[in-house]
């Protein structure tokens, strides 16, 4: 069974960094993709940003391009989503998922399109 647990969120100023993390346990870190989404209530779950398994191709939404950075570690088995210059807009419970990937290269932009799923952990920031 895969698990992902979240951490590292919390009370933040506008301006502000947090670096998230999702550690994976109970499968091949390595045959999945992995993505970081965000929602808030009474919203759809929204893509936030995407790597592939080999940690070579990234994708982000637009709104976080520049600001928002989604790294691998194999080793620790864990992904992580630094966030600097945070806005209030960006205030949301973030997920982490896993999708089992083809390819090295692979990464995707959709819910549909994941395996698994963390808990999420809150990102709050105050303006």
């Known amino acids: 069974q895969v698990q992902l647990v979240e951490s590292g969120g919390g009370l933040v100023q506008a301006g502000d960094s947090l670096r998230l993390s999702c550690v994976v346990s109970?499968?091949?870190?390595?045959?999945?993709?992995m993505g970081w989404f965000r929602q808030v209530p009474g919203k759809e779950r929204e893509f936030v940003a995407t790597?592939?398994?080999?940690?070579?191709?990234?994708d982000y939404v637009d709104s976080v391009k520049g600001r928002f950075t989604i790294s691998r570690d194999s080793a620790q088995k864990t992904v992580y989503l630094q966030m600097n210059s945070l806005k209030p807009e960006d205030a949301a419970v973030y997920y982490c998922a896993a999708a089992l990937s083809v390819t090295g290269s692979s990464y995707y932009r959709r819910a549909d399109d994941y395996d698994y799923w963390g808990l999420g952990t809150q990102v709050t920031v105050s303006s």
């Open positions: 790597i592939s398994w080999s940690g070579g191709s990234t």
């Open positions: 109970g499968g091949i870190f390595s045959s999945y993709a």
